[in-house]
């Protein structure tokens, strides 16, 4: 039957079919024909830090002024999460995460007050990097060496105050072998878009220097292993437990090299890590306060492309790791990945921040101002490289008087007594009339302890030679630059000087042949191999750090005494600072026995 107002629905079938066959074919194009699907990606950003080194505004304590440098960089956990934030909110729905790579709770006259002055471990008060490290945010952070520096009841206690998790895999108990701190954390991560969760693992390695750097905290306490080792055990386990990335939160540099020696696992192994460990994606690493934006390291094992990235010091750049990821068969697979760095003079300083530590950071202020002497005259450490100077003799006169005392009347208080100093700071100095307490501490950084070993006359040769090392050989008549006197691959701190006998260095011989004179004091005698001294020392130095020759041995004397307090305290009960109670030039630079003039 059909319709009185048209065709029934069988005819119009029909009629469109005889239609279709009369019609020509058209052939698909080829772009047509195999034009594939682009796979959906998805984004994840990693930011890190290292190195903060106490630092929370962005403040010089030893100027009591706002920081600056030549290059107007600036410091500070404020500022870091400030551009964290910004980033966070360019980003917002997308997953981003925040690492740390150590040496958070040491540095500063901040961190030094409440490690010293009212330890933490005292009044139970909340760190104030633990303030700051909360409001940003962290996923994880990773040990450093110097948060060994206060021994662990103090290290213990920050962690607990920390809002995430503290990393050191190859820090283990020294009588079970098991990990000390956490080893790792797998994180899952919404990427958004429905997809599954990103399964993030991050492994965290501390430097094994730390079992000479910090020996009295953690000597049969903590053993330290290798780090490369260490890696190659973790990651495997991490990827087995679900990971789909790995990365690695290092507080070692990336140059194979060590300051100690080789008695302990390597200092500095992160491209060796990259390059011998498959199973990695990217290492953020630290330690060695080097601006590295991007570098790739090629596993060798796998042909995968390591990024690796490290940003500087004390919060003045902050590293953007950006990957590119993709599902393929029910896996997540990278499929770019690079780095960026961002500068933290671009932005300001978090409010939230600044107020969570304002009250620590106003006391802080107000002790480093205190005054405990009236300096004669002004004391700069600028020349103290390659000049003897009065300042770096300050150091010198108290550690002596400190160790004589100690040991008069014992067994070896007929032994002369000698004492090791380095320029630490070139921008120290104490002015002419008041010495506040930021003068001292900007002369003397670290919290070093002193202590004191007996050593030969042969050792102390080869102690100087070992530090001579530290200058370029420049032959007679060569012209000679302080600013480019040393070998940038020996560290001002790496340079020691000693009082208590009297030597040249000559820069123009080579490394081991440079100490031409080294005589007694007064009589110009030269120094025996056979003659024994004892020699005053820091416990950083006397541990093995910078792998000077002859110091590592039992000490003598070792009363846990701060050297910078030790300064203050001396300071403080002369009333008055005067080069003519301790500067005795003893040291100089020559060529063939001529000193070395620098302009005036």
Known sequence: MTSPSGPSRRQLLVAAATAAAAAPLVAA???????????RSWDLTVLGTSDTHGNVYNWDYYRDAEYDDSAHNDIGVAKLTTLVNQIRRERR???TLVLDAGDTIQGTSLATYYAKQEPITSTREKHPMARAMNILDYD?????????????PLLDLWIRQLGFPALAANAVNARTGKPAFTPYVIKKVDLGGGAPALRVGILGLTNPGTAIWDKGNVEGKLRFEDMIATAAKWVPVMRQRGADIVLISAHGGDNGTSSYGPELPNENPVALIAQQVPGIDAILFGHAHSEVVERFVTNTATGVQVLTSEPSRWGQRLTRMDFTLTRERNHWKITSKRASMLNSNTVVEDPKVLAAVRAQHNKTVAYVNQV???????LPATESRYRDTPILDYINKVQTDVVTAALAGGTYGSLPVLSIAAPFSRTAVFPAGDVKIKDVAGLYIYDNTLEAVVI??????????FSAKYFRTLGPGAPVDPATLNDPSVPDYNYDTISGVDYDIDISRPVGQRITRLVHPGTGTPVADGDQFVIAVNNYRRSGGGNFPGIVKTQIYNQQQEIRQLLIDWAQAKGTIDPADFFVPNWRLVREGVPVEFPS
């Open 29 to 39: 194009t080829p772009a047509q024909a195999h034009r594939p699907t682009k796979p």
């Open 93 to 95: 729905g997308k997953a």
């Open 140 to 152: 994880a952070v990773t040990l450093g060496n110097h948060e060994f520096n206060y021994g662990l």
């Open 372 to 378: 405990v002497a009236t300096s004669a005259v002004e």
């Open 456 to 465: 030969s006359g042969a050792e102390v040769k080869a102690y100087l030679e």
